[in-house]
């Protein structure tokens, strides 16, 4: 690791501790060991940056020309890559995330700053026709400030989710990292900095959600929130926002249905069924955590899932072997037990897994054996709740219209899959399924250039694509009368 840790928030420009003097420590979940103590902020600190957020956005933010805006993004972009090997190896050990994921992340982080930097000097308004003598035109106005409130999951790629397509659309930016991985958001803060991106543009204010976290969604200097995170914490956020009536965009939880027809390419579907809810962990919105399948395929499906398990390699996130790595904390290795206990004592049947893994792994780490529960029918807790470890539910469908009501039968909306060789009903089914992506024969593929966005109580508004920039800006529509026609009355 050459990139040096920084600790302190970036406010204006400036590596500065919490005004209280307080830190926080951060550790590595793969071993428990601390790699870090950080600043904490809390209200005072998230003033001062919003502050600066504002004085930026009212002076050289707004001064530079869009194509240098997205030169300056690009070249953030650039740095991104020249560091991704560091960068990668920071979450991999801030968020016990496999190597083999964050290579991609690396890979992906780039690629956003890069796609955003091409789009600054190309969101356009419209002339609109309108009668002759007035014209009608629309503009896409950057919203000013955004606050970005972000998870732990993907620590490094949240950051630049929120940060690149908020800047390449004019505002300026406080982002708060979550607090179990504060450390490569304050890299991304340093690198912009080298970049050349202007004081004040980009403000990092690591800490706690009750304090940072609410501070910055209450602030009445923020025009617009971008969170990802819980769906319970998005409700607190969609009451701070209504203070002074901010925009907001909510990336919130998921129970994504994966649809196993019987004339699926078998093969694939259970390496995707496999991969969607134990990649990270399980730890990711979109992993189809409900895995639907025709019951007359059943018993063989979860036959080739057992023995597929058997082969997934589990332990420390840096080994690049290792195709599943480390729960965030002992917390939620916690949350993850009492969602087992609730599977079993509402009638699930345990497959496989169950437990932690304590044996071959280090000590320190918050390790959890890839998990499936069969029987399970959709009121059951582990069919409804968001559990984000490695814990895969099993359904069972006769028909069409069967695997529509268990797919449907979820308050989220967030992502699905479905597997079948039949083009009728590849092209029917997405369009009865009430969630804001879906896959065919495919599963957890994300694009830069692709929106994405939750239905139901998995939030609203699109991230990634040309609609994640038009997110972050209002329209203004703006009237002239050229040909001096009367206005009003004769009076
Ligand atoms: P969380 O929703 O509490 O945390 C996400 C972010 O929100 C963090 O930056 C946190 O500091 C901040 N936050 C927390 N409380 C806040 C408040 N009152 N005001 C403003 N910001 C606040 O998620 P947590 O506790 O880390 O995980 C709990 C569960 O949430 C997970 O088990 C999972 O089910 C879900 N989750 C979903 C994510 C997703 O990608 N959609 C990501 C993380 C968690
Ligand atoms: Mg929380």
Redesign the pocket.
Known sequence: MTLSLRTNAFIDGAWTPAASGMTFRTYNPGTGEVLADVAACDREDVNLAVAAARRAFDGPWSAIAPTARGTLLRQIASLIRANAADLALLDTRNAGRPIRDTRNDLVRAADIFDFYGGLTDKLRGATIPVPPGYSAITIHEPYGVVGA??????PLV?ACLKAAPALAAGNTVVL?????TPLSALVLAELCQEAGLPDGVLNVVP????T???A??ENTGVDKIA????????R??MQ?ASGNIKGLTL????KAPNIVFADADLEMAARGALFTVFHHQG????AGTRLIVERSIHDAFLGLLVEKIGRIKIGLPEDPSVHVGAL?SRE?LE?VESYVGKGLAEGGRLVTGGGALRDKVPAGGHYFRPTVFADIAPEMTVAR?????PVLSVLAFDGEDDAIRLANSTLYG?TAAVWTRDAGRAARLPRRIRAGTVWTNMINMMNVAVPAGGHGQ??FGNEYGIEGAEGYTRLKTVWTNFAEHPVGWAL
Do not use: D, H, Y
């Open positions: 409130i972000i998870p732990w999951n993907l949240m708060k990292p979550a607090e179990q800490g706690f959600g009750e940072a976290g609410a910055l969604a969170f990802t995170g819980s769906t319970e914490v998005g607190l956020i701070a990336e919130l939880g998921g730890q990711v919105c979109a965030i939620q949350r709740e968001e559990i984000f470890g967030l998995s939030g």
